[in-house]
């Protein structure tokens, strides 16, 4: 079931989307709290290249939840509808990392908690998102990246249709040389 809902009233939000087992809505007050949790734990960051302070968690809440706000893509909050739980987030950014070929771009990404892993979750909102992106809002073209290491990232990617683009792989900018994380697959519609 892919549902989509132009106006939100419960999460005040122009937008949410759906799937059997995923809502992906605005962000609430009470995603911050397990917003930081997931943000320290540093197996739920292990393809990052590193933590995130609970400061550093609290400002890109805020950012993530008002960019949101103002836009048709975003990250999504993503929360198990059976539980009711916050879950992480899933979506569409917009993308411009200087000295990488193929931005400006939208991204489709995500980042789950590791109790939510290896349960379809992330392919399945991440198909919801993709369908909405490509045949909603009319992006011509999507990207996914992330590290070489990131195997389940890239099953996932893999999963929902996108294509490996070789030519496009790049060491990312923003991460110092000898990080684990530093050099990026790249993926895209």
Same mark, same amino acid.
């Given at each position: 079931?892919? *549902? @989509?809902?132009?106006?939100? #009233? ?20 009470? *995603?911050?709290?397990? %917003? ?13 290249p ?8 609290? #400002?890109? /809440? +805020? ?6 706000e103002e836009?048709? +893509? ?8 059976s ?6 987030? @899933? ?6 990392? *200087?000295?990488?070929? /193929? ?6 990404? %995500?980042?789950? *908690? ?8 992330a392919? #399945?909102?991440? +198909?919801? =998102? ?25 099953? @996932?990617?893999?999963?929902i ?8 792989? /790049? ?11 530093k050099?990026? =697959? @790249?993926?895209?519609?």
């Open positions: 079931m892919i *549902d @989509v809902a132009f106006f939100d #009233e419960e999460y005040n939000l122009a937008l949410a989307l759906e799937s059997d087992r995923v809502l992906l809505r605005g962000w609430l007050e009470s *995603d911050l709290e397990p %917003w930081i949790n997931l943000n320290l734990d540093p197996i739920n960051l292990r393809y990052f590193r933590t995130y302070s609970a400061e550093e968690s609290q #400002e890109s /809440f +805020t950012r993530i939840a008002e960019r949101l836009n048709p +893509t975003g990250l999504w909050a993503a929360e198990e509808k539980s009711g739980e916050f879950m992480g987030f @899933v979506g569409i950014a917009h993308q411009a990392i *200087d000295g990488v070929s /193929f931005m400006p771009c939208y991204e489709i990404g %995500w980042r789950l *908690d590791k109790k939510y892993w290896g349960k379809g979750y392919t #399945e909102a991440a +198909t919801v =998102v993709l369908k909405y992106g490509l045949e909603e809002i009319g992006i011509p073209q999507i990207y996914s990246y992330t590290a070489v290491g990131n195997l389940p990232s890239i099953k @996932v990617m893999r999963k249709g996108l294509r490996e683009r070789p030519e496009l792989a /790049f060491e990312h900018p923003k991460i110092e040389v000898g990080n684990p994380t050099s990026h =697959v @790249v993926f895209s519609t």
